[in-house]
C-alpha cells in the first residue's frame, strides 16, 4: 500500500455492528497464534453482558478501515471511557495531577481488551500504514471529542515501537509468565529447579490435594451448575480484591455458550462439594490464567489451582508459556519469570505530556533493574 489516502476509517461503536468473521479475519490471522481475548465471541459477550458498556464506563467505539474498494483492511480496539477501572496500566496519578492544574482527564479512549491484562495485538493490520492511520484516526477521536488521551494497553513492544512517531509514550510494566522449556512432564520441570524448590513445591502440592479431588473441565463437561459455582467463587474473590467485581453472570454463560473449547475450569472437591475452581482459556501458543476463588480455606490450595495445575496442562498442549495474570511475586518461588509488558500512550495536554514522559523516563530504567533483581531469585538451579 502506497498510502493512507485511500482509507475511510469510521467509528463503529458496539462490536455487534461488525461482521463476526470480519472482525476475526482482521484480528485472528490464520498465519498469527490464536488470542481468544481478540476474538469477536468474546469481546461481543463482554459488551452484550452489559460488562464492557457506556453504563459502566466502557463506551465501545472501535475503528475499522476500509480500502478503496470497501474492503476491511484494519481495526482498533476502542472504548471511550470515564474512569481508570479494570485496565491494570495504572493513571489515576496522571488524571489527578490533569484535574488539579483545572483541566479535565475524562473521557478517555482505552484500547485494550477490558478487565484483561494479558498483552497481545490491539490494532489489527497488515500494512503498517494502515496500523498508524488507524492510530491517528484514535487520536483524531479523541480531539474531536474532547477525549484528553488515547491509551493502547498491553500492546506488544513492537507495536508500542511504532506508535511513537505519532507522540505516543511507551511504559514498561511486569506480570509474571511460565515457559515451557521442552517438558514432556510436571517432573521435568521439577528437574529444572533447585532441589529445595522441588521439595517446597512437592510438599505445597500434597498438602493443597490432602483429602480433595481435584477435576479439569473442558467444553461440553462445563455445566452451568459448573459456571453458577465458578461464579460464586468470582465474586467472593472480586468482592475481596475489587469491591465490585466487573464481570456479572450473563457474562460467563455467553463464555460458555460460543468459547466452551478454549475455556478450561479447575475444580476442587471436598467430600463430593466444590470448594473452589478457577478459569482458564487455552490460546494459540500460551495457556491464560483469569479467575479464581475458594469457599474453604485450604493451604496452598491457590497455588495448586492457578499455577501447578496450569502448568501441567499447558505441557500436556504443548503450549509455550503460562500467562497467570496482573502482579504477584509470589509467582516467582512457582517458576513464573519476569515478563515486561508494554503500552503506549498519547496525551494532548503539553504540561502533563512532558510531566508523564519525565515520569516514564524514570519508571522504564526502573521496572528494567527490578525484573534483572526478580531473576536472581527465581527457583531454576544456577548457572543453567
Known sequence: MDGTDALNITVVGDLANIDRAVWDGLANPADAPYDPFLSWDFLQALEESGCASAPRGWQPAHLLARDAAGAPVGAMLLYAKDHSYGEYVFDHGWADALQRAGERYYPKLQCAVPFTPVPGRRIFARDPAVELALAQGAVGLAQRGGASSVHATFATAEAAARLKPLGYMTRVGLQY????RGYASFEDFLADLSSQKRKTIRRERARACEGLTIRRLRGAEIKETDWDFFFRCYMDTGSRKWGSPYLNRAFFTLLGERMADQCVLFVA???????????????????????????????FLHFELCYYQAIELAIELGLPRVEAGAQGEHKLARGYVPAPTYSAHWIAHPGLRTAVQRYLDAETPAVTDEAELLMEHTPFKKGE
Do not use: E
Open 177 to 180: 509468565h511460565w515457559f515451557n
Open 269 to 299: 472437591k471436598a467430600d463430593g462439594a466444590p470448594i473452589a475452581s478457577a478459569l482458564n482459556l487455552v490460546g494459540g501458543d500460551a495457556l491464560y490464567g483469569r479467575y479464581w476463588g475458594r469457599v474453604a480455606d485450604v493451604p
